[in-house]
């Protein structure tokens, strides 16, 4: 992919996706005022009404797993706030768990009590596959967040974070950042290696990076926690004399990475963290950390499955678009976070 190419990905990406990125996608696909007040002159039956009008209260069952990481509290906590907004929607949100077969047993649950919808961010996506299919056949309809079912008939609609999207945006940056200087060394420090996600990530960083002359010199591999991130960090540092900058794929290890980085004194670097924690953000804001950047990888992911659970169950259609109904797949936008754009994106970053 050439440069202009990989620019151009960025443009239609922000362009086209951005309306359904993390908090805008809220306010798009339920807050459109009717055609008559706003002088619109498209969408037809989807403009012709407010989708935030209250309607007849749903109930809408959430299951996620365990939030053992600051991204996944953001998930439910942020859910929790979508919910909150309408006083047609009650949320019944199940303990979250990692033990599939408590997770397979909430969705039954959900299906037993006759809720109107679902939203499920499964543990492991082809395990939960066949209990989203028995609540589809009961009329349930699943709206499926992050980890992807093995079969398209187990959701209404999938809403995903861009992986690959996230590689891009920080290789692209990378390259930027290192214009001109062959021969940069460039570290890696991903997550888990046997996740497809990790995978699609590393893979989107070595193809932005190509595109500029570059490669990965040295990849060392975490887990997401600050622990691993320490470790990986600690024997990256050690094997590499010399770096010019480092993609971190998660902020959560990356708390981990910069306490390591700290511990051996190095700073000839600079730091592209991943997923958009609000410490990191910080720490961009401070401007006095190796870590410049980071990818933002949407926590909003399930409150947005909850507003899209809302119009699927009283039957609305998506307000920003002119075809009528919920698109089946929603990927959203990995932007990256700099000094220069953290003040628009800090106040939604999650904890971690």
């Not at 007849?56 to 053992?68: K, L, N, Q, Y």
């Not at 768990?97 to 809720?115: A, H, R, Y």
């Amino acid at each position: 992919m050439s440069a202009t190419r990989q620019r151009g990905y960025r443009r239609v990406t922000s362009t086209a996706v951005a309306f359904i990125g993390a908090g805008v996608l809220l306010a798009g696909c339920t807050g459109n005022t009717p055609e008559s007040e706003s002088g619109g002159g498209g969408g037809g039956n989807n403009a012709a009404s407010d989708n935030d009008e209250e309607g007849e209260t749903v109930r809408i069952g959430f299951s996620a797993p365990a939030a053992d990481h600051g991204w996944m509290a953001g998930i439910t906590e942020a859910a929790r706030a979508a919910a909150e907004e309408y006083g047609d929607v009650e949320l019944v949100v199940a303990e979250g768990t990692n033990d599939v077969s408590t997770q397979i047993s909430q969705v039954e649950t959900f299906i037993n009590d006759g809720v109107d919808a679902i939203v499920l961010l499964p543990f492991d996506g082809a395990a939960m596959t066949p209990v989203a299919l028995q609540a589809m056949e009961a009329g349930i309809p699943v709206i499926n967040v992050d980890r992807e079912f093995d079969s398209p008939f187990a959701a209404r609609a999938t809403v995903l974070g861009d992986n690959y999207g996230m590689g891009v945006s920080a290789g692209t940056y990378v390259c930027e950042q290192l214009d001109g200087q062959t021969g940069a060394v460039v570290a890696e420090i991903a997550g888990i290696d046997s996740l497809p996600l990790t995978q699609d990530r590393s893979q989107g960083f070595a193809d932005a990076l190509a595109d500029c002359g570059l490669e990965v010199s040295n990849r060392v591999a975490a887990d997401f926690t600050v622990e691993g991130g320490e470790e990986a960090a600690a024997n990256l540092l050690q094997a590499a004399p010399q770096i010019d900058a480092i993609w971190n794929h998660d902020d959560d290890q990356g708390v981990g990475v910069l306490a390591a980085i700290e511990n051996a004194g190095r700073d000839e670097f600079f730091m592209v963290g991943g997923a958009g924690s609000a410490n990191a953000m910080r720490a961009i804001q401070e401007g006095d950390s190796v870590l410049q950047a980071t990818v933002i990888y949407p926590h909003t992911q399930a409150a947005d499955g909850v507003r899209l659970a809302r119009l699927v169950a009283q039957d609305k259609s998506f307000s920003d678009l002119n075809s009528q109904g919920v698109p089946r797949t929603i990927v959203l936008n990995a932007p990256v976070v700099t000094s220069e754009n953290v003040d628009d994106f800090i106040d939604a970053a999650f904890e971690s």
